[in-house]
Nanobody, 123 residues
Framework: QGQLVESGGGLVQAGGSLRLSCTAS????????MGWFRQAPGKDREFVAT????????HHSPSVKDRFTMSRDNAKNTVYLQMNSLKPEDTGVYYC????????????????WGQGTQVTVSS
């Protein structure tokens, strides 16, 4: 199975925006529900957002709701996380995961975790 590759992270000032992308070569992501998770230094990995295989259903963590939006473009085999009004507490490594059976909402060792993309928000 093609490995998931995250991109789009960077350093941004508080209040700024970033758009993360996640894609996979050799793997049709339209067959999977997808999720975004993040891990801050010294903390456990936490759920950020999830989206169904068709994109009709999505859920966002209360900590990011109304600021972040997860979406997907199956024609481009890519999922996105649009992050607006960023805060220093959004700093961390962001990962995407794929799940054939259910909307990913909990971190699990059963997922294949990629390298992630670093997001750093300065105050």
């Amino acid at each position: 199975q093609g490995q998931l590759v995250e991109s789009g992270g960077g350093l941004v000032q508080a209040g700024g925006s970033l758009r993360l992308s996640c894609t996979a070569s050799g793997r049709d992501l339209s067959n999977y529900a997808m999720g975004w998770f993040r891990q801050a230094p010294g903390k456990d990995r936490e759920f950020v957002a999830t989206i169904s295989d068709t994109g009709r259903t999505s859920h966002h963590s209360p900590s990011v709701k109304d600021r972040f939006t997860m979406s997907r473009d199956n024609a481009k085999n890519t999922v996105y996380l649009q992050m607006n009004s960023l805060k220093p507490e959004d700093t961390g490594v962001y990962y995407c995961v794929a799940d054939r059976l259910d909307l990913p909402r909990q971190s699990s060792d059963s997922y294949s975790w990629g390298q992630g993309t670093q997001v750093t928000v300065s105050s």
